[in-house]
């Protein structure tokens, strides 16, 4: 997935505009001459799945747009250590400015394509679909989500608007599952998704009762009462959509699949996962 320039600019901007500070690279400008070219190479230094290339190359030609920059290994591909991703080449000031910019974003997002394509792997052979959450670094959920595709995952809600996920709290607040089903069936547009979460399959059995929902997240259940809920959802006929959620691990992901689930969300998979090492050398 590649998203238009015009939509990462802004964040990359930000960020540049940061370490840049209010006098630029002070560094660079005091020890390497005006008019110094070199050729610089970014490099994986651990197996992984890329992701920031597209993030990196904004940030490069932002700095200096005269920068030549070509891309060895894309966004959503494997890499083994050693590999070369980037190769950018031109005036050395302007690679050095925009080098750590380049690399937390790469180095951050790599490691959350890698992580999510480990889950996906431990899936392999269900049909459950992995999917990540809402639960991303503040300004960066975009391409956060973005890493998670390139990983092999699938994106869960973008922002509060995308879908009417109704939660615990939710349901406490109105004063039950049957009003708040109620409550969207008299007032959703036909064109909103609307998932429920139950954490007890009494609960479950509620909805599918009165209706109105397309997905419902099963939340901290274990396999067994996972595999009970699949089967009653299965038997009510009218097919809803079943998430898995909380307390999920790489371990559980294959055990979690087998129960039958469509979905399983991992908060983790954006505010846990570690940075690749990724480093640029002249």
Same mark, same amino acid.
């Given at each position: 997935m590649t998203l238009p320039d015009l939509i990462l600019e802004p964040m990359v901007r930000n960020a540049l505009m940061e370490d840049l500070?209010?006098?630029?690279?002070?560094?660079?400008?005091?020890?390497?001459?005006?008019?110094? !070219?070199? &050729?610089?190479?970014?490099?994986?230094?651990?197996?992984?799945?890329?992701?920031?290339?597209? $993030?990196?190359?904004?940030?490069f030609h932002l700095v200096d747009p005269s920068l030549k920059v070509r891309t060895v290994i894309g966004d959503g591909q494997r890499c083994q250590k050693g590999d070369v991703l980037m190769e950018i080449e031109g005036d050395a000031a302007a690679i050095l400015s925009g080098e750590r910019v380049a690399l937390n974003f790469a180095?951050?997002?790599?490691? $959350?394509?890698?992580?999510?394509?480990g889950y996906v792997a431990a899936a392999e052979?269900?049909?459950t679909r992995?999917?990540? !959450?809402? &639960?991303?670094?503040?300004?960066?959920r975009i391409v956060e989500k973005q890493a998670v595709l390139h990983g092999g995952g699938f994106n869960h809600r973008y922002s509060l608007s995308d879908a009417i996920l109704i939660k615990d709290n939710h349901i406490a607040a109105a004063g039950g599952i049957r009003q708040?089903?109620?409550?969207? &069936?008299?007032?959703?547009?036909?064109?909103?998704?609307?998932?429920?979460?139950?954490?007890?399959?009494?609960?479950?059995a509620e909805v599918l009762e009165v209706g109105g929902a397309s997905v419902v997240l099963l939340d901290n259940m274990d396999n067994d009462m996972l595999r009970e809920a699949v089967a009653?959802?299965?038997k009510d006929g009218d097919r809803i959509k079943t998430e898995a959620s909380g307390n999920v691990t790489l371990e559980r992901i294959a055990s979690i699949a087998a129960t039958g689930v469509d979905y399983i969300s991992s908060g983790a998979l954006t505010h846990s996962a570690g940075t690749v090492d990724l480093g640029l050398d002249f």
């Open positions: 500070g209010s006098y630029g690279d002070i560094t660079t400008r005091t020890v390497i001459p005006a008019g110094t !070219t070199y &050729k610089a190479r970014l490099n994986a230094r651990a197996d992984a799945v890329v992701s920031g290339m597209q $993030i990196a190359r904004i940030a180095g951050r997002l790599t490691g $959350i394509a890698t992580m999510t394509a052979g269900y049909a992995i999917t990540c !959450t809402r &639960k991303t670094t503040p300004g960066l708040v089903l109620e409550a969207t &069936k008299a007032q959703a547009s036909h064109m909103m998704v609307v998932e429920i979460e139950v954490d007890r399959l009494d609960q479950l009653m959802v299965a």
